[in-house]
């Protein structure tokens, strides 16, 4: 796999150095791809004077605008003088789907970072979050940095599908696989692969005589996925110490060996949705973006 030549930093419009920020820096230097920075913003109190008197809106959107430009110029400016080929933008817009869609498109990167920005449970119920739609329509992968991310990932862990895959799902593994092994070599960090088997898990099996017929068909399909895991292992040449079979309903038994392990980095593979998907509330990739303690790189299939 090649080195990153183009990466995209969603800015944060607080206009600091955030852990993103600091994460799509690190690997522009490290492989020596050209950075471009663009910051999303607006004040919609000056929306709202603009119904009264646009002249004087435009003239405020321009110095808010002019305000943020300046800044980043000044980190761009600074970054270039150790090396950095850096470009910046500044767009008046909340950072919606589309608008960010538009600046990926436009750019054509080999990677987008973005800061993790959580929101209320209540807003994930009524309004998706920026990220849940990325995370579904971005074409290229996704570095979620994640606000206690150590600076150079020491330890990566990829998470891969190794029940009875379609050719769809054979796909995005080997992609995750292949990203997190670069990720991890460019870093010179542990790479570690992990697969969450559903069952049998004592808090999700049912009382009564269903019990005993999903532990029995648990342990008659484990074998199957345990062969697909280790064929999968063996395939990247992943060390016997280095591969995590553990069971347990997949966001939260991956999230929490996250936890555990000390991952630095989780790379997880995200599967193009149709209409029904887009219409439900999460997915497993959404859930796991919630509830990682580190940075999340989305690769799509």
């Known amino acids: ?51 009264i008197d646009k002249d004087r809106a435009h003239a405020a959107i321009d110095a808010w605008l002019n305000e943020r430009l300046v800044w980043l110029r000044g980190e761009a400016a600074e970054l270039e003088s150790d090396g950095l080929k850096v470009s910046t933008d500044v767009v008046w817009a909340a950072p919606v789907e589309d608008d960010v869609l538009m600046a990926i498109a436009d750019y054509d990167p080999d990677l987008v970072v973005k800061d993790v920005h959580y929101e209320s449970r209540v807003k994930r119920v009524l309004l998706k979050p920026l990220d849940w739609q990325l995370l ?69 099996m049912p009382m009564g005589p269903a019990a005993a017929y999903l532990s029995d068909f648990y ?55 149709g209409l029904v998907d887009r219409m439900l509330l999460g997915s497993t990739a959404e859930a796991i973006l919630d509830l990682s303690p580190c940075d999340v790189l989305a690769v799509k299939n």
């Open 136 to 204: 579904r329509s971005c074409p290229v992968p996704l570095l979620f940095a994640h606000t206690f991310s150590h600076a150079v990932p020491s330890r990566v862990l990829a998470a891969v599908d190794a029940s009875l895959p379609s050719k769809e799902q054979k796909a995005i593994n080997q992609r995750v696989i292949e990203r997190g092994l670069f990720l991890a070599r460019q870093c010179k960090s542990e790479f570690h692969l992990l697969y969450a088997f559903i069952g049998p898990y004592t808090p999700m």
């Open 1 to 51: 796999m090649e080195n990153y030549k183009r990466i995209l930093l969603i800015a944060d419009p607080s206009m600091r150095r955030t852990v993103a920020f600091e994460r799509a820096v690190w690997l522009a230097r490290s492989s020596g791809a050209a950075l471009h920075i663009t910051l999303f913003d607006r004040n919609p109190l000056i929306n709202l004077a603009a119904l």
């Open 219 to 273: 342990r008659s399909v484990e074998p199957a996925h345990r062969r697909n895991f280790t064929e999968l292992a063996d395939a990247y040449g992943v060390p016997i110490e280095c591969r995590h079979f553990i069971s347990g309903p997949a966001a939260q038994t991956i999230a929490d060996f996250a936890r555990e392990d000390h991952s630095d980095v989780l790379v997880i593979g995200t599967l193009r949705h």
